[in-house]
């Protein structure tokens, strides 16, 4: 007798495709006319799963160009059909790297000067051509050129690659992750110029992109020619819990134990957490090990759902957590879900669990580990 997987895993995530999909379709809506719609499906589409989610969102037929981080996740996708254009938006640091995606049909970023000129002369030899968008530095100080003699130094590169290197598109980044703040006009303002100094130069920007999924949702006007979208895919903004974007992800653990509990006990290593009154609490069977965040969501009581209410987490281990669970009438085998909808259907928002952190659900999705079975629905 076979048994698979996700029967015998202690924890699982369930991935709603359709809702992935829907989300996708509300984006596209929500973009100009001409605006092309990038996902970003990287840290394994936040712990989603890279190949899935990239299939289900070309299923859609509104995305031409998937983003990733590395160049490991594009010929991931690759080496499993995935034929629309991909670009890595962070740094292609070694000969290995830059060979591979040019081999692979991978659109690499122009991360400083010096890149252009090496990839033509790794390139070269190997008759192979190369598709780049161009970073400009405009606040971050990750990745990027910025408007001076940086930028004038990739231009020069450029005009002596142009048999090897082609511009496919020109972008940047905002510096504030919550989408405003005082920074984003200079830093727009310096992205513009850096795309009036290329076309001084005589070279095509290709595609125009700043915009991720919270400069987007505050600074729609913004979109250009392209807007990155990675947590918009599965989350609404902080700030806007009950927008039009669905909860993609649940995340459902078994529960070991249910004891009835006094007031004075002590609960996980170093009886960290002593209970205040009489309680009955279930042991879950995941951990810090199973999430890292985990740990810090027992910390501060993160609220998880247990027989369709809503209870506390109280402490937490490397493989296992407590939850006060009295008035459940829970029992061992049934389960706790820690985000998402449980299985009567009522929502825990991955965001407002997220949020007690300070942290965002995609987070909590991505430092998933692999004890955790993804199950696609």
């Known amino acids: ?157 450029l005009r002596d690659a142009a048999d090897v290197v082609e511009v496919a598109g020109v972008f940047s980044h905002f510096s504030d992750l919550d989408g405003g703040g005082e920074l984003l006009w200079p830093e727009y303002d310096r992205y513009m110029r850096a795309l009036e100094r290329l076309s001084d130069a005589g070279i095509a920007h290709g595609m125009r992109h700043m915009c991720a999924s919270a400069s987007f949702e505050r600074h729609p006007e913004l979109a250009l020619d392209g807007v990155r979208i990675g947590r918009r895919l599965y989350y609404n903004h902080l700030e806007d819990p009950d927008g039009p974007i669905r909860d993609v992800a649940s995340w459902r653990a078994l529960i070991t134990d249910v004891r ?17 009154e009489d309680a009955v609490i279930a042991t879950v069977g995941v951990g810090y090990g199973d999430c890292s965040l985990l740990a810090r969501l027992a910390a501060v009581h993160a609220p998880v759902l247990i027989g369709g209410k809503r209870c506390r987490l109280v402490g937490c281990c490397m493989d296992q957590c407590f939850a006060e669970a009295s008035g459940t009438g829970c029992a061992v085998g049934d389960t706790a879900t820690l985000l998402g909808f449980d299985e009567r259907g009522n929502l825990l928002p991955g965001q407002e669990v997220a949020a007690l952190i300070g942290d965002e659900a995609c987070s909590i999705t991505a430092a998933l580990g692999s004890r955790v079975q993804r199950i696609y629905e």
């Open 260 to 276: 009835a509990r006094r007031a004075g006990d002590r609960l996980g290593y170093g009886g960290a957490y002593v209970l205040g």
């Open 1 to 157: 007798m076979q048994t698979g997987a996700a029967e015998l895993s202690n924890s699982n995530l369930f991935i709603n495709i359709q809702n992935i999909q829907a989300n996708v379709k509300r984006i596209r809506e929500e973009l100009p006319a001409g605006a092309a719609l990038l996902p970003v499906l990287k840290c394994d589409a936040y712990g989603l799963g890279l190949v899935p989610v990239a299939e289900a969102v070309l299923r859609t037929g509104c995305v031409q160009t998937l983003a990733v981080a590395q160049v490991s996740e594009a010929v991931r996708l690759r080496e499993a059909g995935v034929g629309a254009d991909i670009l890595v938006i962070g740094a292609a640091a070694s000969d290995a790297q830059i060979v591979a995606a040019a081999g692979n049909d991978i659109l690499l970023t122009v991360p400083q000067p010096g890149f252009v000129a090496r990839a033509a002369e790794l390139l070269r030899p190997r008759r192979l051509h190369l598709r780049v968008h161009i970073k400009i530095n405009s606040g971050l100080n990750r990745l990027g050129s910025a408007p001076g003699p940086e930028l004038d130094a990739v231009i020069g590169e």
